[in-house]
């Protein structure tokens, strides 16, 4: 089964401070994804990556920022936290060569204060 | 561009009876990847069941839905329903080109009542 370790599972962070969410996989998979959900608009993709050195800015950006220093790991970093940033995190790896099955990892709730 | 609808945004249903949930999509592939996932309460996504055949009914855990590309949907269907299956249910789309992003539906949220 595929892994996917995100940390941490919890964060309160106050207004303006830096917020950095860690995520891990050991699929060996290319492309890594972060998403937040948030009530009445289910998942919506914030960064991805295709692969160590790649970050990709997906439909809701502006806010966030992504690094992708190895295949194994990907972070989204929150420089200047917002209280609109409050949300549920979750990333995601999956091969982009077998119709996108996407694995996700326990999810991260962040509180900005 | 492409997109996935779901017009369910709640579904309540009693115990036993039969479970369908909506989704249809838009694209101009003509070879597109349909999935459903599955979340349930303090869990993450996980899929479900997928399919890139047309007409071509997919199983897994009691679950089954057919991709239809005459209607473009990928209904979601059960026969009876279980307590267990409670949750949210993602309907999404994959181009099946060169680009390997996933286009989500809103999600239906399921209840199952005794």
């Known amino acids: 089964e595929a892994a996917v370790t995100q940390s941490p599972r919890n964060k309160v962070a106050v207004t303006g401070g830096k917020v950095t969410l860690s995520c891990n996989q050991t699929n060996n998979h290319n492309n890594m994804y972060w998403y937040r959900q948030d009530t009445g608009h289910g998942l919506r993709l914030i960064h991805y990556s295709y692969g160590a050195g790649s970050t990709e800015k997906g439909d809701i950006p502006d806010g966030y920022k992504a690094s992708r220093p190895s295949q194994e790991n990907f972070s989204l970093i929150l420089e200047l936290a917002t209280p609109s940033q409050t949300s549920v995190y979750f990333c995601?790896?999956?091969?982009?060569?077998?119709?996108?099955?996407?694995?996700f990892g326990s999810g991260t709730r962040l509180t900005v204060l | 561009g492409d997109s996935v609808t779901q017009t369910e945004g709640l579904v309540t249903l009693t115990e036993g009876l039969p479970v369908m949930l909506n989704c249809t999509y838009q694209t101009i592939y003509s070879n597109p990847f349909l999935f459903w996932y599955v979340q349930h309460l303090n869990e993450s996504p996980r899929l479900l069941l997928k399919?890139?055949?047309d007409n071509k009914r997919t199983e897994h855990q009691g679950f089954h839905a057919t991709l239809h590309k005459s209607s473009s949907s990928f209904h979601l269907q059960k026969s009876s329903a279980q307590l267990s299956d409670s949750a949210l249910y993602y309907c999404?789309?994959?181009?099946?080109?060169?680009?390997?992003?996933?286009?989500w539906g809103s999600g239906t949220k399921l209840i199952i009542k005794p």
């Open positions: 995601a790896s999956g091969d982009l060569h077998s119709a996108e099955t996407l694995y």
């Open positions: 399919s890139f055949t």
């Open positions: 999404a789309l994959s181009e099946g080109d060169s680009n390997y992003q996933l286009i």
